[in-house]
């Protein structure tokens, strides 16, 4: 069976934006709680680095913003908030360099060929910082999966922008939090939503980005 060429991209990045994360963060994971010293000992200059190389495996999917944001928390307070954000915003636009690169618009054009399908989409865009905003809020959804969506969706990118920062920043500063109570990283690591208050605030996350989305899709729909 021939698979059409529109859409063997996207469902091959979702594959990819979904299994590598599973491997690439256990040996990240890894490789921080060997080497919790030399992370301590990182000069300025070095966590610029770090910065770099986080947004790039942020972008394509090998550093799952989670364990980042945990990960800042722990070596650096809440001062690691604002790099994290700024990491995000950078790894979003990164995935739409990409996803143009490989021709988004013409995904979305043969898509628009679907009645239900363009329905769906033209809902999205009459309220694109709602939908960005409510799919970011949620903490269950891939970060560089959603990206790729709203890429190849060709949303704004200043909603996406715009939208994603507020959406984030409950779920980022959660992470953050979780990584500036914890006393050893291994810990940390191996079980971040350990107390019930973190896993109240996930399931409250998780339910309010489902209840928007069913908004913004069932007030058109009406």
């Known amino acids: ?8 991209m996207p469902s091959f990045s979702a594959f990819f934006l979904t299994i590598l994360p599973l491997f690439t963060s256990s040996m990240l994971a890894a490789w921080l709680i060997q080497n919790e010293t030399l992370v301590r000992n990182f000069a300025f200059s070095d966590w610029l680095w770090v ?3 986080c947004t790039v495996g942020c972008a394509v999917a090998l550093i799952p913003p989670t364990l980042l944001a945990l ?3 722990y070596f650096w307070g809440w001062m690691g908030f604002i790099p994290l954000l700024l990491i995000n915003l950078t790894a979003i636009s990164v995935v739409y360099w990409i996803a143009n690169s490989f021709g988004s618009e013409r995904l979305k054009t043969y898509l628009l060929q679907f009645p239900r399908v363009k329905a769906v989409i033209q809902q ?12 970011k809020l949620s903490p269950v959804l891939p970060f560089a999966l959603t990206n790729l969506l709203f890429a190849f969706l060709q949303l704004r990118l200043r909603n996406v922008l715009l939208g994603g920062t507020l959406g984030m920043i409950p779920r980022t500063a959660l992470a953050v939090w979780v990584g500036v109570e914890a006393q050893q990283i291994g810990a940390l690591i191996q079980n971040p939503n350990g107390n019930w208050q973190n896993q109240a605030i ?5 339910l309010l980005s489902v209840w928007g989305l069913f908004t913004v899709f069932s007030r058109k729909m009406k």
């Open 51 to 53: 910065c770099a190389v």
């Open 1 to 8: 069976m021939k698979i059409n060429k529109y859409l063997f």
């Open 71 to 73: 990960m800042f928390g």
């Open 202 to 206: 996930i399931v409250s996350l998780t």
């Open 124 to 135: 999205m865009e009459r309220d694109e910082r709602k939908f960005v905003f409510f799919t």
